[in-house]
């Protein structure tokens, strides 16, 4: 019991013992937060990059004397896809309808829009992630 009681009394072993008690729980909640910010930043990333889609083919059509623009798109990529923005000639069009496509999936996107016979357009079609597909179509 004396010899306790001189342990406890002995202030020399304690400090050392304490600061590497502190700096181990301060490296390990460092490591925590590291750990969390990378798994949330790598797993954004990891729906960005998989996140990939083409345009097939662009119609342009008049039939019911509104000229619209028809875009076949296919989702290749390994998430699901939502068009939140397209671009002729690199102005936003407001005028379509929204389509959302599963992995797998395809579907037309149509655009009201004035077009006219013989004219080059730039489509842009932008998803909610940010990504975006474009190509130059010439009307028939």
Known sequence: MCMFLRFLMD???????LSNLLLMVVAVAAM?????????????????MGER???EDVWFNNETRVNRIGV????TGKVAITVSAVYINSTPTQAFARLDLEIGS???LNITYPWES???YRIKIVTLRGNSVEGYYKAP
């Open 11 to 17: 202030r020399r072993a304690v400090s050392p013992v």
């Open 32 to 48: 925590s937060i590291a750990a969390a910010t990378t798994y949330v930043v790598t797993a954004n990333l990891r729906e960005v």
């Open 53 to 55: 889609f083409i345009i």
């Open 72 to 75: 076949y798109i296919r989702n």
């Open 106 to 108: 395809h579907g037309w």
């Open 118 to 120: 013989g004219s080059v």
